[in-house]
Nanobody, 117 residues
Framework: QVQLAESGGGLVQAGGSLRLSCVVS????????MGWFRQAPGKERELVAR????????YYLDSVKGRFTASRDDAKNTVYLQMNSLRPEDTAIYYC??????????WGQGTQVTVSV
């Protein structure tokens, strides 16, 4: 059974930084596309960043480009999201996500990120 555990969320002032971590247990982490979604109150869940397993190509949501950096450490079964220059509109629950073969989805429980003005 694959389990994902996020950490690193919290409250930060606008312009500040946070680093999210997600440790994956079970399965074969190195074969998963790993990423981060977020969901703000009253809004749909959206993909923030995803790292492809085979070539390391990274997708970023337009609004976070240049501010957020996703990375992974296959030796530690961990994926990270470094968030800089945070804005109030980044406030959301952030979910770690794994995707296998484009079909099997794995989710973490979510971690709250709150950015104050």
């Amino acid at each position: 059974q694959v389990q994902l555990a996020e950490s690193g969320g919290g409250l930060v002032q606008a312009g500040g930084s946070l680093r999210l971590s997600c440790v994956v247990s079970g399965g074969t982490f190195s074969r998963y596309d790993m990423g981060w979604f977020r969901q703000a109150p009253g809004k749909e869940r959206e993909l923030v960043a995803r790292i492809r397993w085979n070539d390391g190509w990274i997708y970023y949501l337009d609004s976070v480009k240049g501010r957020f950096t996703a990375s992974r450490d296959d030796a530690k079964n961990t994926v990270y999201l470094q968030m800089n220059s945070l804005r109030p509109e980044d406030t959301a629950i952030y979910y770690c996500h794994g995707l296998l073969h484009g079909t099997f989805n794995f989710w973490g429980q979510g971690t709250q990120v709150t950015v104050s003005v």
